[in-house]
């Protein structure tokens, strides 16, 4: 007990009918038996509707909890210096509050004035102007099946990830402050110019639509998608591209200088010679020993198994300019 209560940052599990325990440093069945939060408690994950009352009023008087998972009611409070908070998927609270028979906005204070990442999974209520805090870098929405209102995101908002969101994005709802948007299964077509221009990295997942020039900001850094049934067209990718990440092979039309290209699949694919890549990762299972190569590659990571490979040598096809290979896994 003392090597527990000399830790901090430590992780407080309740409920929980995971044998898993060792990765949590205090474990409760009985909310009754915790008189209350450790000091030394960062990390809270509810995994119980028991004593949900006690149990939240006890996190709510915290002065340690920066994250908490699972969380079940607004009613008690939140503690003042959290930063992470999930909901629990089946949290069914509006952020208003009814009194004398009419709807408020929830009051200043009750989302922690520190919050920076909030997850809401299937959320059954629309989400008002203003509710969310201004320190908000992070949002998660799961299955929200509301319009996104103007001016609902905070404007200093750094990351967004979408996930099946039935509603179209609408022109200028997104902050200027994004840096990284995250879309699965998107339903709709993305029209030019509802990605603001400071997008850094953008993820696009089971996306049914083509990509239409002027979709991607012109200062893109970072591109990953996956499940994309349509060629790339030419002009769709902005030359400030450093990264792409497809689980396809590129179409030939493409011609571009990449830092950093890795492919994740089951078996190695034939690189375009029309790509220039600095360095390449690869995950894959590799069937033969000689790999062929674009010309230009500086660097490769190989994290694959190779006892595949009959003669267990690597031949990079008379390609001269390779300065670092890095292989893991080999067997």
Known sequence: MKSIQSKTNCKLDIGSKSSQYSIYDYHYDDIKKLNSIPSNVSNIYISTDDGTEYLHTLISA???????????TFKYGLPVPLRYLQLDYNFDEPLLYLE???NQEIPPGVLPDLLRT???????????????????????LYSYQYDILPGAL?????????YHYHNEIQLNLLPNSLRTINLYSYQHEIRPCVLPNGVLEFN???HEYDIRPGVLPDGL???TIIKYKHEIQPGVLPSSLKILFVDEIFPETMRYHLEVLEFKKHIMPQIPSNIKIDKLKLT???????ISLPSGVKSINFFMDLSNSKDKIIDFGGVVEITTAH???VH
């Not at 915290?62 to 079940?72: A, E, F, K, N």
């Open 154 to 162: 905070p404007n200093g908002l750094r990351k967004l990830s979408l």
């Open 62 to 72: 915290s002065q340690s909890v920066t994250m908490l998972v699972g969380c079940r």
């Open 327 to 329: 292989i893991d896994h």
């Open 204 to 206: 696009l997942h089971s």
């Open 221 to 223: 850094q970072k591109i």
């Open 284 to 290: 894959a299972e590799l069937g033969k020993s000689v």
């Open 100 to 102: 004398d028979d009419s």
């Open 118 to 140: 909030i997850t809401l999974y299937s959320y059954p209520y629309e989400i008002p102007q203003g509710v969310l805090p201004k320190s908000l870098h992070t949002i998660n």
